[in-house]
C-alpha cells in the first residue's frame, strides 16, 4: 500500500512569490492535515481538511490556505513568500476518525530567499 | 491551551542501555497522547498512543509509555536501545481526541556502540 506522497520534495523561491505543494493521501484515507517544521517553532499544525471541507486550522495568516479535491489529495499555498516561510512542510493523512494517529510524508521542504 | 514539554533536547545512551525520553504536558481536559519519531530525511511515524483505559502503553519498536496523571507526564522508555532507535522523537497531545495535534519540541536520541 503506498504511503503518503508529497511533491514536490525541494524548491527554492524568493520573497514575494507564491507556493504551491501537493499531497496525496493513503488511498482510503479522506483527512489530510498540513504541519510546518522549523528549527525554531518545531511542528505547527496549520490545517486540517476532510471530504474537502476545512475541519480544523491552526494559528497561521491568511497567506496560508490549502484545498481538497473529492479524490482527497490536498494542496496548500502559500502566497507572498518571507523568509520565515522557509521549513519543511508535511502532509499527514488518516481514515477520517479523529483518532490522532497519522500517517506522514517525507515532507517538501521550502527554500525562500 | 494545551502544550508538551520534552525535558532534554539531546539524550545519548549507549547501545544496550535503558532508553528514558520525558514528556509533561498541561491539558484541562482528559488528554490524548502521543510519541511518534523521525527518521532523518523522512517524516514522522506513529510509535505509540494513549487514549483511554490502560496507563501503561505499548508500542511498536520495544517502546513503551506510562501515562500518570498526578505527574502529567507520559515518558516514553525503552529497556535496551538499539543502534536502529538513533532519531528524533516528538511526544504530542491532541485537542479533543481530535488530529490537530500539539508538538514538543523534539528530543533527539544518539545510541552509542
Known amino acids: 500500500k503506498a504511503g503518503v506522497t508529497q511533491t514536490p520534495r525541494y524548491l527554492i523561491k524568493t520573497r514575494g512569490q507564491q507556493v504551491t505543494l501537493s499531497c496525496s493521501p493513503i488511498?482510503?484515507?479522506?483527512?489530510v492535515s498540513w504541519y510546518q517544521q522549523t528549527p525554531g517553532q518545531g511542528l505547527q499544525f496549520l490545517f486540517e481538511y476532510f471530504s474537502e471541507t476545512q475541519r480544523n486550522k491552526g494559528n497561521f495568516p491568511g497567506r496560508f490556505s490549502g484545498r481538497q479535491f473529492s479524490n482527497s489529495r490536498s494542496e496548500m499555498n502559500v502566497s507572498t513568500l518571507e523568509l520565515g516561510d522557509s521549513a519543511l512542510y508535511l502532509c499527514a493523512s488518516t481514515t477520517g476518525a479523529n483518532t490522532g494517529e497519522l500517517f506522514f510524508g517525507e515532507g517538501s521542504r521550502l527554500t525562500v530567499l | 491551551a494545551q502544550s508538551v514539554t520534552q525535558l532534554g533536547s539531546h539524550v545519548s545512551v549507549s547501545e544496550g542501555a535503558l532508553v528514558l525520553l520525558r514528556c509533561n504536558y498541561s491539558s484541562s481536559v482528559p488528554p490524548y497522547l502521543f510519541w511518534y519519531v523521525q527518521y532523518p530525511n523522512q517524516g514522522l511515524q506513529l510509535l505509540l498512543k494513549y487514549t483511554t483505559g490502560a496507563t501503561l502503553v505499548k508500542g511498536i519498536n520495544g517502546f513503551e509509555a506510562e501515562f500518570k496523571k498526578s505527574e502529567t507526564s507520559f515518558h516514553l522508555t525503552k529497556p535496551s536501545a538499539h543502534m536502529s532507535d538513533a532519531a528524533e522523537y516528538f511526544c504530542?497531545?491532541?485537542?479533543?481526541?481530535?488530529?490537530?495535534?500539539?508538538f514538543g519540541a523534539g528530543t533527539i536520541l544518539r545510541v552509542k556502540s
Open positions: 504530542a497531545v491532541s485537542e479533543e481526541y481530535g488530529n490537530k495535534l500539539v
Open positions: 488511498s482510503g484515507h479522506r483527512s
